[in-house]
């Protein structure tokens, strides 16, 4: 059996001009520390447990950088996961959402390393050349965009309210049989309805590190700050 979070805590050597409020206190935060990544490892475990998901039936097709037509299963590659992130920066949009820009920047510099395991897509409503434009700009390099061929992948997953026409974000992840079979492994499912009063709606532990840098700092997130593209 595990030792206590408080147990392990207690182990921690204080360092030299602490007071001994502040060598109380960041004991305490440390035990809750050790106790939340016991639970984030706890979630995760949940999550690979999942029993199989739905099988993906409809024939979604995206079209890739070469101009070719591909299906949901072509995406997988030599893999037998795949990882796929709908970002909001469909035909209308003058620029992308800023928010899935910043997910989207720190994926680039992991997706080699992602690809050892499993593979990566992201997928957009725009023409796949204006997404790699974009993604020109910022200097992602590692990233494989594709165009959605019509609207039926972001509806059926959420990622288009077809009354607004408003874009929404999906993290969604798929898996693939020996007999080809793509289903459905998880999907990020937090709404808005789901959310604590005041937050943004937000998956647990949350996929940008942009918010857990934030986290550590005495400022934290903010109740209203946002990135942007650029800060000129």
């Not at 935060?29 to 199989?52: G, M």
């Not at 077809?162 to 969604?172: H, V, Y």
């Not at 808005?192 to 005041?198: C, I, K, L, N, T």
């Amino acid at each position: 059996m595990s030792a206590s979070a408080d147990s392990l805590a207690a182990l921690r050597t204080p360092r030299a001009g602490e007071s001994a409020d502040y060598a109380a206190a960041r004991t305490r935060l440390l035990a809750e520390e050790i106790a939340l990544q016991r639970h984030i490892d706890q979630v995760a475990e949940l999550r690979r447990a999942l029993p199989p998901g739905p099988e993906v039936t409809a024939d979604y097709r995206f079209r890739d950088v070469n101009g070719a037509e591909v299906g949901l299963a072509d995406l997988f590659g030599d893999k037998t996961t795949l990882l796929t992130y709908f970002w909001m920066y469909g035909p209308q949009r003058e620029r992308p959402c800023p928010m899935c820009t910043n997910l989207l920047g720190p994926l680039d510099a992991n997706a080699e390393d992602l690809r050892q395991r499993v593979a990566v897509a992201v997928l957009g409503r725009s023409p796949v050349e204006r997404q790699v434009a974009f993604a020109t700009e910022r200097g992602w390099s590692h990233l494989i965009f594709h165009q959605t061929v019509g609207d039926a992948y972001a509806l059926d997953f959420g990622g288009l309210d077809p009354e607004t026409g408003w874009e929404f974000p999906i993290m969604a992840v798929f898996t693939k049989a020996p007999d080809g079979k793509v289903r459905l492994f998880w999907k990020g499912e937090m709404t808005g309805d789901m959310a604590d009063e005041g937050k943004d709606p937000r998956g647990g532990p949350d996929f940008a590190p942009l918010w857990l840098a934030l986290d550590l700092t005495p400022e934290g997130r903010g109740e209203s700050w946002y990135p942007k593209l650029d800060y000129y």
